[in-house]
T-cell receptor, first 114, second 110 residues
Framework: DTAVSQTPKYLVTQMGNDKSIKCEQN?????MYWYKQDSKKFLKIMFS???????INETVPNRFSPKSPDKAHLNLHINSLELGDSAVYFC?????????????FGDGTRLSIL | RKEVEQDPGPFNVPEGATVAFNCTYS??????FFWYRQDCRKEPKLLMS???SGNEDGRFTAQLNRASQYISLLIRDSKLSDSATYLC???????????FGSGTRLQVQP
């Protein structure tokens, strides 16, 4: 069983479109995250949620809107996609928000904007 | 200054070699430290946590120097399968987030 699963694995779309990426974890963790890894391979946090509550929002454009229907799910909706949004987006989870625990990552969603 | 700095490499070493990676971090309030491994086009995976007294896991040894804000990873007897990017990761309780270095790429050659 996959611990943190993301869908879709690949997403190719045109500029200006709206798209969503879904993430689910079956580890019973309270905290979930979205990261962006750009072409320079730098992994940067975007959002974190703890038990459905937004904890971190790292100066991400408001075209990006996370939604957590329950603590096992954290989805990412992106409006009006831009060329600079092309990257790999990773979902992750950890037992709690105290950040002294390692995080478990999904296998990424590769977003390409045409 | 980046919060977590690493030499990007690549480090090209022969099989069986010993290789060391270093990492410095800027936030003295950082509480927890990790090394993650990321294979090409894959997700980061935890390699090991780093403890103040230093710790070892098989061929891998991690050291932490809080005074110098410096973390190291030593890999002995390198295998071809060790080829990957090694990410230094630092957290602080206040920010409640992990900060990733940009990674050091290791290529082990036959």
């Amino acid at each position: 069983d996959t611990a943190v699963s993301q869908t879709p694995k690949y997403l190719v779309t045109q500029m200006g479109n709206d798209k969503s990426i879904k993430c689910e974890q079956n580890l019973g963790h309270d905290t979930m995250y979205w990261y962006k890894q750009d072409s320079k391979k730098f992994l940067k946090i975007m959002f974190s949620y703890n038990n459905k509550e937004l904890i971190i929002n790292e100066t991400v454009p408001n075209r990006f809107s996370p939604k957590s229907p329950d603590k096992a799910h954290l989805n990412l909706h992106i409006n009006s996609l831009e060329l600079g949004d092309s990257a790999v987006y990773f979902c992750a989870s950890s037992p709690d928000i105290y950040s002294n625990q390692p995080q478990h990552f999904g296998d990424g969603t590769r977003l390409s904007i045409l | 200054r980046k919060e977590v700095e690493q030499d990007p490499g690549p480090f090209n070493v022969p099989e069986g070699a010993t290789v060391a990676f270093n990492c410095t971090y800027s936030n003295s309030a950082s509480q927890s430290f990790f090394w993650y491994r990321q294979d090409c086009r894959k997700e980061p995976k935890l390699l090991m946590s780093v403890y103040s007294s230093g710790n070892e896991d098989g061929r891998f040894t991690a050291q932490l120097n809080r005074a110098s804000q410096y973390i190291s990873l030593l890999i002995r007897d390198s295998k071809l399968s060790d080829s990957a990017t090694y990410l230094c990761v630092v957290s602080d309780t206040g920010r409640r987030a992990l900060t990733f270095g940009s990674g050091t790429r290791l290529q082990v050659q036959p």
